[in-house]
T-cell receptor, first 113, second 114 residues
């Protein structure tokens, strides 16, 4: 089983739609959680951190459920510019100061006009 | 300056060549990372440097040799690579190596091994 799992998609949605991505992680000792966005042939860029209390940034809402080891990202009112691969990222501690970023496989979003 | 730069952008090399990838950041970050990303796959961690010392080596073959000459620079020396090593090589940095610190990625070097 992969340490971080995501539905690879693609998710094809019309402009203005609401779309939700899910992610599960297997290491219960994981400490920090993020959503990164990666455009085609570009580097990943941080979209938002994910907290247990949930957090919102404009049209984006991220949620963490530690009990279920589940992370979500909700995008409201999708724009064409939201088309990208969304990577769920988990940081786990492997002893001492050794923290590693583990990426999910990514979910491809294509917003259609 | 919140930027990580990488050179070259593209590199084509033969299996007997020796080349180096370079990464630079001027954000004062003390942790730097090399990742390898194959097409349609997520980045995979290769190496982590923390305060210019190698902190993590993810069992990477010795044909990849990292070097951290100072706190702003990270190199990846390549020798005797295989065609399956063709990928996007991403450098990243963070304030320190810790779970709460965002990693900033460079644009990557797209490597093709013939």
């Amino acid at each position: 089983r992969k340490e971080v799992e995501q539905d690879p998609g693609p998710f094809n949605v019309p402009e203005g739609a609401t779309v939700a991505f899910n992610c599960t992680y297997s290491n219960s000792a994981s400490q920090s959680f993020f959503w990164y966005r990666q455009d085609c042939r570009k580097e990943p860029k941080l979209l938002m951190s994910v907290y247990s209390s949930g957090n919102e940034d404009g049209r984006f809402t991220a949620q963490l459920n530690r009990a279920s080891q589940y992370i979500s990202l909700l995008i409201r009112d999708s724009k064409l510019s939201d088309s990208a691969t969304y990577l769920c990222v988990v940081i786990s501690n492997y002893g001492g100061a050794t923290n590693k970023l583990i990426f999910g496989t990514g979910t491809l979003l294509a917003v259609q006009p | 300056d919140t930027e990580v730069t990488q050179t070259p952008k593209h590199l084509v090399m033969g299996m007997t060549n020796k080349k180096s990838l370079k990464c630079e950041q001027h954000m004062g970050h003390r942790a730097m990372y090399w990742y390898k990303q194959k097409a349609k796959k997520p980045p995979e961690l290769m190496f982590v440097y923390s305060y210019e010392k190698l902190s993590i080596n993810e069992s990477v073959p010795s044909r990849f040799s990292p070097e951290c000459p100072n706190s702003s620079l990270l190199n990846l020396h390549l020798h005797a690579l295989q065609p399956e090593d063709s990928a996007l090589y991403l450098c990243a940095s963070s304030e320190v190596q810790g779970s709460m610190y965002e990693q900033f990625f460079g644009p990557g070097t797209r490597l093709t091994v013939l």
